[in-house]
């Protein structure tokens, strides 16, 4: 499987964007695509997942209530709507999936086998 994140940009402080995740090649309906995020100086964090066969969603607490994940099989698009953003939010984001990932595991970078690049998200206060 591979993937491209897009949809990165500027934004203002209580403001929206959205980002989609394209896959390509493997079975792409029996994955759990994860979204991630680095600001600058620290580490990489979970932010949302969700299982495409059943659409569960899986949320950070930083943003549960603002950001929501989607996904779309037919197309091998998953998409991460963040609403409120704010100024905290600025970060690099990734999508990444896995085939086999259990559910305790979910929050976990080492659990996803596959990566995208990422796309910047800049939020201006």
């Known amino acids: 499987v591979q993937l491209q994140a897009s949809g990165g940009g500027l934004a203002q402080a209580g403001g929206s964007l959205r980002l989609s995740c394209a896959a390509s090649g493997g079975t792409f309906s029996n994955y759990v695509v994860g979204w991630f995020r680095q600001a600058p100086g620290k580490g990489r964090e979970f932010v949302a997942a969700?299982?495409?066969?059943?659409?569960?969603?899986y949320y950070a607490n930083s943003v549960k209530g603002r950001f929501s994940a989607s996904r779309d099989n037919a197309k091998k698009y998953v998409y991460l709507q963040m609403n409120s953003l704010k100024p905290e939010d600025t970060a690099v984001y990734y999508c990444a999936a896995s085939r086999t990932i259990i559910l305790s595991s979910i929050t976990n970078e080492d659990g996803y086998a596959y990566w995208g690049q990422g796309t910047q998200v800049t939020v201006s206060s």
């Open positions: 969700i299982r495409l066969s059943s659409s569960n969603t």
